[in-house]
């Protein structure tokens, strides 16, 4: 079935770093591929969206790039800051459907 | 404007009882969605309403799992005979089917159900 598989699991920065977060996915019928944020404790909340009729999305210190040929999209956060911290997952949608698959989260802890 | 809410946000049951789970979405949301989420793990999809269609249901995991939808607004998921295994955080989502945040899912606080 289809699948999106994210990497890393955890990720540690300084503060001031990049971090970088990678997903793949499976269906060819995907278009839409969003990244969402979840705190300890909180709701999962969108942070940044890419469609696949684009190659690259930046909203401030965030960006989202996707490879539609590889599969690839991935995620970027610059100048990082210790309110970073949380698990980040991506998802893609299920076809043109809306129901989304999600990968199994990256804990980022970024260090002041 | 108000978010999606769910109700109880938390529950905690005995092995074998029955349990209901209830998401209201954002008004206006044609779109809804139950995930589940166990300790450190992903999300995991169970079921997705759109409208007046026939449900996705091709996530959930037995047949003691099970969702309504009423009058295209509130869901009620409904868990028979609850395992051990089925202690998680049940998340709603409902999703608008215009406009620019046409694919967001909006998730609503979770219900964190414990089977004792």
């Known amino acids: 079935g289809e699948n999106v598989e994210q990497h890393p699991s955890t990720l540690s920065v300084q503060e001031g770093d990049s971090a970088v977060i990678k997903c793949t996915y499976s269906?060819?019928?995907?278009?839409?591929f969003p990244w969402y944020k979840q705190e300890l404790g909180k709701r999962p909340q969108l942070i940044i969206d890419?469609?696949?009729?684009?190659g690259e999305k930046k909203d401030q210190r965030i960006a989202v790039t996707l490879n539609k040929t590889a599969k690839h999209f991935s995620l970027h956060i610059t100048e990082t800051q210790p309110e970073d911290s949380a698990v980040y997952f991506c998802a893609a949608n299920r076809g043109s459907q809306g129901n989304l698959i999600f990968g199994k989260g990256t804990k980022l802890s970024v260090k002041p | 404007g108000a978010g999606v809410s769910q109700s109880p946000s938390n529950k905690v049951t005995e092995k074998g009882k029955d349990v209901e789970l209830r998401c209201d979405p954002i008004s206006g949301h044609t779109a809804l969605y139950w995930y589940r989420q166990s300790l450190g793990q992903g999300l995991e999809f169970l079921i997705y309403f759109q409208g007046n269609s026939a449900p996705d249901k091709s996530g959930l995991p037995s047949d003691r799992f099970s969702a309504e939808r009423t009058g295209g607004s509130v869901s009620t998921l409904t868990i028979q005979r609850t395992q051990q295994e089925d202690s998680a955080v049940y998340l709603c989502?409902?999703?608008?089917?215009?406009?620019?945040?046409?694919?967001?899912?909006?998730f609503g606080p979770g219900t964190r159900l414990t089977v004792l």
């Open positions: 890419i469609r696949s009729n684009v």
């Open positions: 269906d060819s019928a995907s278009n839409y």
């Open positions: 989502a409902s999703r608008s089917k215009s406009g620019s945040s046409y694919n967001e899912q909006f």
